[in-house]
């Protein structure tokens, strides 16, 4: 893929301000060049050698800020370099998932570093960028998470870090918002549109690969963690984004085919696989549902209902029961318990445990912030909420998630952090539908399709975080982030387009601005 697609480099004033006083001074001292590199390098060295006397922690901020220094330099260019990292990390977590969240060299991984290069690119395109009431209500909820998570960095190091990423990841919504235009959009579409196909086969060989191959699966450097790690709620997400870009009509065939008969089956295997794995994966993927808000599709949902038909005739004369290791098989009946798990309290002993367990901490941490001492403040970003709340269930004491985001947004930012959240989501949500409508009113039907495959796609991601540990990974939560950036930029472009063909934006014939004589 070009660079030149995400946008072409332009010099900034941040490089010629940082040039033009760094060669000034020197020259005002008599240093030349070269002994000003020296002078410089061994002033860092010095800084990050006491830094290192008081914590580890101050020397990745300083080797950080440093390196932001170096790349700041390169001004406008960042923004194509973000971008093609970007798009390379989601489809390295949307394929493997976790185990590709593992590469780096601890504890700065390449989500980590993706996000780095995305500050830098929101800081070279300040210039232009267009804020809107979904930035605000990003930033609030930020700032928000910022005070709750500072005070307890010192006591608790990395982990007040890696917990604050929920809120930290937003940066992804920002940079992606303020660097992608509407251009940037055919771009976009035709590297999803390749990857369909691959993806809604994969699903199925990643089960299989993750559970039957774990062992001898390579890892990355430093991690016991395989590259493959299949998770039936990440899958089920982007499964409703896959069937809500083919059912909108962005798989880029106007008549139904063969092809598309094709990705249709592939994709119901998908959610088999993944449903059967993970009750919140099967309602993720049903988001696809809601693609009814935008597009009638009404040839497109005959082709889906006829496959599955097809599949669930076969899948039930055959029966087939498929043990991968995990406590549930992949079989026809999983999915009906999986189903009836959701409302029936008299549900299969197994699922009916874990959602017990579910319910009893997350009402634990609605009693001690709604209707108790951590209303305003909650416990903060850093403590084990596991130990703390008494719901641990593993030996190494790794859980720390009460496997619900909008739960533990409540439990570490207190009833304000959680009403940040809401209200983040709502005028998210609004921004799209008034995108939509604005779009559908110009008879801009394409965008209407890209705003309903966005809105499918976060709308998926806020249930699968409802039932899993999903925002509070790289390979959940960049994907979310990264979502709610291209469905603000997604409406910046419809205003943008909107704006140029309304009749009052239109120049006048220069007899009619000439008025009469």
Same mark, same amino acid.
């Given at each position: 893929m070009n660079l030149r697609h995400f946008g072409a480099a332009r010099s900034g004033p941040l490089t010629a301000i940082s040039s033009g006083r760094?060669?000034?001074a020197g020259s005002e001292l008599g240093i030349p060049g070269g002994a000003r590199a020296i002078v410089a390098t061994v002033v860092i060295a010095i800084a990050i050698g006491v830094l290192a006397a008081i914590s580890e922690l101050w020397v990745l901020v300083a080797a950080a800020a440093v390196v932001a220094i170096g /790349? /700041?330099? /390169? *001004? $406008?260019?960042?923004?194509p370099v973000f971008q093609v990292c970007l798009v390379a990390i989601l489809a390295g977590y949307a394929f493997l998932g976790r185990g590709v969240a593992h590469l780096g060299v601890p504890p700065v991984y390449v989500g980590e570093a993706v996000l780095g290069i995305g500050l830098i690119a929101i800081v070279v395109s300040l210039d232009r960028v267009r804020w809107r009431p979904a930035h605000f209500a990003i930033l609030a909820f930020v700032a928000w998470g910022a005070i709750r998570t500072i005070p307890y960095v010192g006591t608790y190091g990395i982990d007040a870090l890696r917990d604050a990423v929920i809120w930290g990841y937003a940066v992804f919504a920002i940079a992606v918002s303020v660097t992608v235009r509407a251009e940037h959009f055919d771009v976009i579409i035709r590297i999803y549109r390749r990857l369909v196909p691959i993806f809604v086969f994969w699903v199925p060989v990643a089960a299989v690969v993750s559970v039957v191959f774990a062992d001898a699966l390579p890892r990355a450097p430093g991690s016991e963690v395989p590259i493959v790690v299949f998770k039936g709620g990440d899958m089920g997400v982007h499964l409703a984004g896959v069937g809500a870009f083919m059912i909108l009509g962005l798989g880029g065939s106007a008549a139904v085919g063969l092809r598309e008969a094709m990705i249709w089956a592939g994709w119901l295997l998908s959610v088999v696989v993944a449903g059967a794995v993970n009750r919140g994966g099967l309602l993720a993927a049903?988001?696809?549902a809601t693609t009814v808000l935008f597009i009638r599709a009404t040839a497109r949902w005959f082709v889906l209902v006829f496959v599955g038909l097809f599949l669930v005739a076969v899948v039930g004369l055959a029966d087939p029961q498929i043990d991968l290791g995990f406590s549930r098989r992949i079989s026809l009946d999983q999915i009906v318990t999986n189903v009836t798990s959701i409302f029936d309290s008299? %549900?299969?002993? !197994?699922?009916? *445990?874990?959602?017990?367990w579910r319910l009893r901490w997350w009402n634990t941490i609605i009693g001690y912030t709604v209707g108790g001492p951590y209303f305003w403040d909650g416990k903060g970003y850093g403590i084990n909420l596991a130990d703390d709340d008494g719901f641990q269930l593993l030996a190494d004491h790794s859980l720390r998630a009460p496997h619900n985001g909008h739960i533990e947004i409540l439990a570490r930012s207190g009833v $304000? *952090? /959680?009403?940040l959240w809401i209200l983040l989501q709502v005028v998210f949500a609004a921004t799209l539908l008034r995108a939509a409508a604005r779009a559908r009113a110009a008879d801009l039907q394409h965008w209407v399709a890209i705003v309903g495959w966005i809105f499918?796609?976060?709308? %998926?991601a806020l249930v699968n975080a409802s039932f899993d540990v999903y925002l509070e990974g790289p390979q959940g939560g960049i994907w979310f982030w990264s979502v709610i950036g291209l469905g603000i930029a997604a409406a910046t472009a419809i205003d943008g387009l909107t704006s140029e063909a309304s009749p009052s934006r239109r120049p006048l014939p220069a007899t009619a601005a000439a *008025?009469? !004589?």
């Open positions: 760094a060669s000034r /790349l /700041l330099s /390169l *001004g $406008p260019a960042m923004v049903s988001m696809v008299h %549900a299969e002993e !197994d699922l009916q *445990g874990t959602k017990t $304000p *952090g /959680l009403t499918a796609y976060w709308l %998926a *008025g009469p !004589d």
